[in-house]
């Protein structure tokens, strides 16, 4: 993904405006602009997605609801935020004038000329392969060296319709394999690729950078495709807003924080902590009096409570994840304030699992109805920790939506918290939360009972 802070060079809606309409029109503008005034609140729409926005541990998140925040700070406005389900329906609220920015990745093309002004930060994507990282004798450099490979894309999907395409111009000879969409997903298929399930699939660049944070392993350098260029946008009707959002990108200020939001979500690793969990002499960490004390106000085994605190840090009061998540029990800073926890204990024992213990049995009271058999709900109190309570709340709706247990974890509400990563299941009306990473909530659970089984083995209680 390339963005201002020195990944492209911007074709600013001015100057766009001014090859287009002329000169004249381009210094009326930049006069009106001066005459307007912001509201008071922005009214911002946008869309669920890895990219654009989502709510992770309660707290919400996304690259551009990071940078539109910004921009209402740097200006002094309120944010408004609606999401929509589609990029249609987004558009209409557009038209409609429900909404006054679109802070969503919006394709620069002649099909949404007459409804949308670009404005604000610019995204170039291309289709890219993913493979593993591999030695140069078999890794693919160029597609001329696709003739005779196997590639998996989703079925009916654009990346299905350009290795198509290619296939042609080359004379034919790539293997390519579709997939359901209900069966798979994008990044479902990075992932096994990862893991060596399938050898190379192909993805937008954004989101094979996005994923890549999480499977460092990956080969994301070549691209199949022409570029594509999109940006936020505003309607025709208030160009004036389209020139203070391009104004506010050239700004110093909006330069610091794109290159911070840009890192955080491009860059910085999202890898889960991982590795054996190695008991000796009968402990499992040097904090196994302090997981004792307090696992005992919640109910809990001290052992399942140390094995969550291994799956969350590796027992290490220093560690800071990319969402900023801090100390043994990583607990997030809006979670810490909630909960009395000041930024300068979060790195404290202690602290952080006292702290931890009370999110968790508000968790398990938030449960206790919908989950009734106490030792099934700590599977679900495990993975609200994870990825916040709304999420579970929505798997526990699509299980009973869809016929499953929604009061059993392996196999029913597991699953389907792996559905709410795929748009046909998070724009179910009965999901209120939208996207989730949910393969990470199930692997994050699966590790800690998998940690907690061993633990039981080989530490007496």
Not at 78 to 93: C, E, G, H, K, R
Not at 219 to 242: F, N
Not at 252 to 277: T, W
Request: charged share 25%; aromatic share 10%; with cysteine.
């Amino acid at each position: 993904m390339k963005r201002l802070s020195g990944f492209i060079l911007i074709a600013l809606l001015i100057g766009s405006l001014a090859s287009s309409c002329g000169s004249s029109d381009s210094k009326n503008r930049s006069s009106d602009t001066e005459s307007v005034r912001l509201p008071d609140t922005l009214r911002v729409g946008t869309l669920y997605s890895a990219l654009s926005y989502f709510i992770y541990r309660g707290e919400p998140m996304g690259y551009d609801y990071d940078l539109v925040e910004q921009f209402g700070a740097d200006k002094g406005v309120a944010i408004d935020l609606v999401v929509a389900q589609s990029l249609p329906s987004l558009l209409a609220m557009l038209d409609s004038g429900t909404i006054d920015l679109a802070a969503y990745e919006i394709p620069i093309t002649a099909e949404y000329r007459d409804r949308v002004i670009p404005a604000g930060p610019e995204n170039v994507t291309t289709q890219v392969l993913v493979q593993p990282k591999n030695s140069d004798s078999t890794a693919v450099h160029d597609v001329t060296e696709l003739v005779g490979r196997e590639v998996y894309v989703e079925k009916g999907s654009k990346y299905e319709y350009r290795l198509e395409n290619l296939n042609e111009e080359l004379g034919g000879g790539i293997k390519i394999h579709t997939v359901d969409q209900d069966t798979l997903i994008t990044e479902d298929m990075i992932e096994m690729v990862s893991n060596g399930q399938i050898p190379m699939t192909v993805v937008d660049s954004d989101i094979a950078k996005i994923n890549k944070t999480y499977y460092n392993a990956l080969d994301i350098t070549m691209e199949i495709s022409y570029p594509q260029r999109s940006s936020w946008g505003v309607s025709p009707k208030t160009p004036w807003l389209a020139d203070t959002i391009n104004a506010w990108i050239k700004t110093a200020e909006y330069q610091r924080e794109n290159e911070q939001v840009f890192k955080r979500y491009f860059e910085l690793s999202k890898a889960p902590y991982s590795g054996d969990l190695r008991i000796s002499g009968g402990k499992i960490s040097k904090y196994d009096d302090l997981f004792k004390k307090y696992a005992g106000e919640i109910g809990w085994d001290w052992r399942l409570l140390a094995s969550q605190g291994f799956a969350e840090s590796r027992f290490n009061p220093n560690a800071v994840s990319w969402a900023g998540a801090r100390g043994v029990m990583q607990i997030m800073p809006r979670t810490a304030n909630a909960y009395g926890l000041s930024r300068k204990n979060m790195a404290n024992p202690e602290a952080s699992i006292r702290t931890a213990t009370k999110i968790i049995k508000d968790l398990d009271k938030s449960l206790s109805k919908r989950v009734p058999d106490d030792n099934e709900r700590k599977k679900f109190v495990l993975a609200a920790y994870n990825s916040g309570l709304a999420h579970v709340l929505d798997a526990i709706a699509l299980a009973k939506k869809y016929g499953k247990d929604p009061t059993v974890w392996f196999g029913n509400v597991a699953e389907t918290m792996l559905w709410k990563s795929n748009p046909k299941y998070y724009n179910d009306p009965v999901v209120k939360y939208g996207y989730s990473r949910g393969g990470e909530t199930t692997s994050y659970v699966n590790k800690i009972m998998n940690y907690y089984d061993q633990s039981r083995r080989q530490v007496p209680a």
